[in-house]
Nanobody, 122 residues
Framework: QVQLAESGGDLVQAGGSLRLSCAAS????????MGWFRQAPGKEREFVAA????????YYADGVKDRFTVSRDNAKKTVYLQMTSLKPEDTAVYYC???????????????WGQGTQVTVSS
């Protein structure tokens, strides 16, 4: 069973940057397909970014494509989400999760972390 722990959330002004981390347990981390999702107050959880396990292919939601970068360090068993040019609408709890195959759909992910709060002030 994979366990995930997000960190790095904070209060930041619009236009600022943050880097979120997702630390994972598990011996086969390098093969895990990892995803970042977020949930804003009163809204459903939505896909943000994903990175595949084998080739490190990356995928982004349209609203973050030019501002966020997902990466991974397999030696540290950690996935990162570098967020720049943050906007108030990026305010949400950010979660990481594992998928058994490359997917942008929440239903295909499991082993969710507890989330980390990102708040962007205007």
């Amino acid at each position: 069973q994979v366990q995930l722990a997000e960190s790095g959330g904070d209060l930041v002004q619009a236009g600022g940057s943050l880097r979120l981390s997702c630390a994972a347990s598990g011996r086969a981390f390098s093969s895990y397909n990892m995803g970042w999702f977020r949930q804003a107050p009163g809204k459903e959880r939505e896909f943000v970014a994903a990175i595949s396990g084998i080739h490190g292919s990356t995928y982004y939601a349209d609203g973050v494509k030019d501002r966020f970068t997902v990466s991974r360090d397999n030696a540290k068993k950690t996935v990162y989400l570098q967020m720049t040019s943050l906007k108030p609408e990026d305010t949400a709890v950010y979660y990481c999760a594992v998928s058994n195959f490359q997917s942008l759909r929440e239903v295909h992910y499991h082993s969710w972390g507890q989330g980390t709060q990102v708040t962007v002030s205007s």
